[in-house]
């Protein structure tokens, strides 16, 4: 693959997509219009936690207009979660609420006015418990418990590798800072919705903002108690995820409870309000970590203890507290760890997958700390992390084997790109720069769910003109997955990315896939679509050897023609080879892929000891900042970044994705995002109080990637995804401290935060 000259593959080619989504000819959920169809809303508790006594709906039920109330005796009482064994929420509660905005009762109407209005006319009796909002308190014996059979902790991790004694024993330097993260609205410009119809056969079809098709079949098959096949999950234009559409939200089952029971499609939509209210959120963290290092710089041992706000139902608590276990053992391969996870029950909105799955939480302590040693032991930040780098083909303490890695690459970049080194050797006053360095999964990764949550299956199909459809359960988000995979296809097939036709996101025409979680897409859809269009490419080129009187290794496809190596003035094209195919032989020209992630491992139960991911991406950002100690205002300057994501199939949108997720995500969740709540109830429930930056907050950007072409990949690839807002709260904290000397270890960053800690070092 070294060297070979690509024709599509590494292309700054346009989305395929475009087109429809800049006239407005792509359908959104809003924009799906069935006939009959009829409007659903909600009633959610206006209590953190409470019994319900009486729930009464019969004057909604008589409001003309009303087509069907649901309460919880229209469900079967299945408990969800995708872990089936932590399941315990139901579609619709029927004996006790736990937040502000759990789903007690719904309505589907001729119009959203009069389901508005039906809401009001449902009379619900409630009981008042004692609630718990902060997860140190939840945590106490004396606290209330969320779900009575069990105690407040959901979950207990506990990992150690090698000796943390010994290790502490032989720093030269020890560190130790307590770290708090904010609960984080994902702040998808389209809110979550859905359209669910049940046939006269009983077979539902919903179409679904899900960034997961197929196992959104399986768990409302579960839920609904239907078998699978009555099931099928088509997924429309979908305008933003970040994580919070993954797996199945209560909308989704509560919208097909109302179309069973009307006979009629039903439309659910969120609108912003019940987005802050209802929707899953970032998990926030309490993080201790204690680090310790020798003179060299080289770290050798990490202790964390983690507390994770689990809200009030069990969703991916575990999941993303185990992936923050899981980078603090990987990054730097630090050879002694140990780890404490609490998973807490609160009465606050249960949390969810949110863009890094842990991972920017326990970044920001961990990088935080890699400056804190450098200046105790009087080195360049950067050099620090040019001596803990990770390197290619190693295995860290917790069994991940890393193959490809430009970590040492990247840094190196940053460092020429950005100035570093005549910045910090001639300081202006109250400006910084700071550095902070991410490993993550670049291809997905298994983490106990269902089989279908980690697999990616295609399935090329090449028309009788030499146009080639591509059959995929990937979903295009907004990433720009469907134009990656088709240029993929169109490498591996010879023909132009014009010719490749995508579908995605519809289970009764695709093949199981996990969706879009974890960076997986390039990665393990590709390799599935790949893998099926060699076989198609194979079928193609052994009927061209008796039109062309050549063996099969001497022939090659290309620019849409099947030519000799050594001869390419003798060729034919592939068009004319499908058609012989479909016309003179009968034969039909088809490839068929499952990529199982071979590489990756579920990590031992007990141990943890487990290859998580089958390849790791790494990535640099160095961020210049200036800061008004007056008023605490820190404003970004430049952010130069470097990513080692193995190869870029689309360079264009990579840097999209780098971009956004650093100028947007990553400097909200450094300065300015939290969910604020009062006794359980979220205050800033509009754009206009929670702060999500705009075109005028952000700073100039620089940004290079290191293609380090890993071996398992597809041409290559690894996922860029998630690691571009890894990092950023922890570059940006780094350099507030080169500018103003104190570090501030909860986030966001806000001016109040800031100018408590001058006045304390004062």
């Known amino acids: ?109 001729i119009d959203e006015n009069i389901a508005e209005e039906a809401l009001d006319l449902i009379k619900v009796e409630y009981q008042e418990l004692p609630a718990v909002f902060d997860p140190e308190e939840a945590i106490k014996s004396s606290a209330p418990r969320i779900h009575e059979e069990e105690n407040n902790v959901a979950a207990y991790i506990k990992r150690q590798f090698g000796n943390i004694e010994d290790g502490f024993a032989r720093s030269d330097v020890i560190v130790e800072g307590r770290f708090k993260s904010p609960s984080v609205a994902h702040c998808c410009m389209e809110p979550r919705g859905c359209v669910a119809s049940f046939d006269l056969s009983g077979k539902l079809t919903i179409w679904s903002t899900t960034q997961t098709p197929h196992s959104l079949r399986q768990e409302l098959a579960e839920v609904l108690d239907i078998p699978i096949n009555r099931v099928r999950v088509m997924s429309a234009y979908v305008g933003g995820a970040f994580g919070s559409r993954m ?106 997958a949110c863009r890094g799955y842990g991972n920017p939480q326990i970044t920001f302590a961990m990088e935080t700390q890699m400056d804190e040693i450098a200046v105790k032991l009087g080195m360049d930040p950067a050099e620090i992390r040019l001596i803990n780098a990770n390197r290619p083909n190693t295995i860290t303490v917790s069994g991940c084997e890393i193959t490809s890695c430009g970590l040492t690459e990247c840094i190196e970049e940053t460092i020429d790109r950005s100035g570093w080194k005549m910045k910090k050797s001639k300081k202006r006053k109250n400006c910084g720069i700071g550095m902070a360095v991410v490993m993550h999964g670049g291809s997905g990764g298994k983490f106990y769910w269902g089989d ?65 979680w974890g960076s997986r897409q390039t990665f393990t859809a590709g390799i599935a679509v790949k893998s099926a269009a060699a076989d198609v490419r194979r079928q193609l080129l052994s009927i061209a050897t008796d039109m062309l009187e050549a063996r099969i290794d001497d022939l090659e496809a290309k620019n849409g023609m099947i030519s000799i190596k050594d001869y390419p003035e003798k060729a034919v094209p592939i068009s004319t080879v499908a058609s012989v195919s479909y016309t003179h032989l009968g034969t039909p020209i088809i490839g068929k892929s499952i990529n199982n992630d071979p590489w990756s491992s579920t990590p031992d ?47 264009l949108l990579a840097k999209g994705q780098v971009v956004g997720g650093t100028l947007s995500m990553g400097l909200g969740y450094a300065l300015t995002e939290n969910l604020v709540r009062k006794k359980g109830k979220v205050q800033n ?38 690691p571009a807002m890894i990092p950023t709260a922890a570059a940006i904290s780094n350099a507030i401290y080169d500018a103003i000397g104190v570090r501030v270890k909860e986030l966001p960053i806000t001016p109040e935060r800031i100018l408590k800690a001058l006045k304390e070092k004062s």
């Open 247 to 352: 797996f199945m939200d209560p909308i989704d089952a509560i919208a097909s409870l109302l179309s069973r029971k009307s006979g009629k499609p039903v439309r659910i939509v969120n609108t912003r309000e019940e987005e802050f209210i209802s929707s899953r959120t970032r998990y926030p963290m309490i993080i201790e970590l204690k680090t310790g290092a020798k003179k060299n710089g080289k770290c050798v041992v990490r202790q964390a203890k983690v507390i994770t706000d689990n809200g009030a139902y069990n969703n991916l608590g575990s999941s993303v507290t185990g992936n923050a276990c899981s980078k603090l053992c990987q990054l730097y391969s630090v050879p002694n760890i140990k780890f404490d996870g609490f998973v807490v029950y609160t009465n606050n909105v249960y949390g969810g």
């Open 1 to 109: 693959m070294e060297g070979r000259e690509f024709t599509v593959v590494g292309k700054k080619l346009p989305r395929i997509d475009a087109l429809a989504k800049v006239t407005g000819e792509g359908r959104f959920i809003s924009d799906i219009q069935l006939p009959g169809m009829l409007y659903g809303k909600v009633l959610r508790s206006p209590l953190a936690h409470a019994k319900i006594l009486d729930l009464d709906i019969s004057n909604a039920e008589k409001l003309p207009g009303v087509k069907a109330v649901v309460t919880a005796k229209d469900s079967p009482r299945k408990t969800f979660c995708i872990y089936p064994n932590l399941a315990n929420n139901l579609i619709l509660q029927d004996t006790k609420v736990r937040y502000v905005g759990d789903q007690v009762a719904a309505v589907a109407a």
């Open 685 to 722: 429930i509009s754009f206009l109080d929670y702060k999500i930056l705009t075109a005028l907050d952000i700073c100039d950007i620089e940004c290079v990637f290191v293609e380090t072409n890993d071996g398992r990949g597809p041409f290559g690839a690894k996922g860029i995804g998630e």
């Open 452 to 516: 279908n949550c980690h697999i990616s299956s295609a399935i090329v199909k090449m028309n009788n003109d030499g146009t080639v459809d591509v059959l995929t359960g990937s979903k295009e988000i907004g990433q720009g997955s469907d134009t990656v995979l088709a240029q993929i296809a169109a490498e591996e097939l010879g023909v132009l990315l014009e010719d490749i036709n995508i579908l995605s996101g519809d289970t009764d025409a695709t093949p199981p896939c996990g969706g879009a």
């Open 605 to 651: 139960p007990v141990t943890g000891f487990g290859n998580v991911s089958s390849a790791y991406s790494f990535g640099v950002q160095v961020a210049e900042v200036e800061v008004d100690t007056d008023t605490g205002i820190v404003r970004p300057v430049k952010i130069t970044c470097a990513y080692d994501l193995g190869r870029a199939i689309n360079p």
